[in-house]
């Protein structure tokens, strides 16, 4: 399986960017979709993941009612929409998606399979 993320780049403080994530490789069956995101020196943080089946959503609290998550299952990609970004929603953003079903998706360790990341810069 293999993710591409893009979507990333700089952006004013207020301003909007949308990530995409395509999935590809084999028949996509995974059930989860998530976006993480990172700054050097510290760990992988989540932002938000969605359910390919009934479409729910779920986000970190740092994000909700600024981002959307949401996915084309016809196209297996999923997408980040954030609007009013803020200068420390400044990091490199990761899809992922996990290669079987796990309690709980709020933690890098529930995913198998990772993009290469994107880089979104906030500036103030």
């Known amino acids: 399986v293999q993710l591409q993320a893009s979507g990333g780049g700089l952006v004013q403080a207020g301003g909007s960017l949308r990530l995409s994530c395509a999935a590809s490789?084999?028949?996509?069956?995974?059930?989860?979709m998530g976006w993480f995101r990172q700054v050097p020196g510290k760990e992988r943080e989540f932002v938000a993941f969605?359910?390919?089946?009934?479409?729910?959503?779920y986000y970190a609290d740092s994000v909700k009612g600024r981002f959307t998550i949401s996915r084309d299952n016809s196209k297996n990609t999923v997408y980040l929409q954030m609007n009013s970004l803020k200068p420390e929603d400044t990091a490199v953003y990761y899809c992922?998606?996990?290669?079987?079903?796990?309690?709980?998706?709020?933690?890098?360790?529930?995913?198998?399979?990772w993009g290469q990341g994107t880089l979104v810069t906030v500036s103030s």
């Open positions: 490789g084999r028949a996509f069956s995974s059930y989860i």
């Open positions: 969605v359910t390919w089946r009934g479409g729910r959503t």
């Open positions: 992922a998606a996990p290669d079987t079903y796990y309690s709980s998706y709020y933690y890098p360790k529930s995913y198998d399979y």
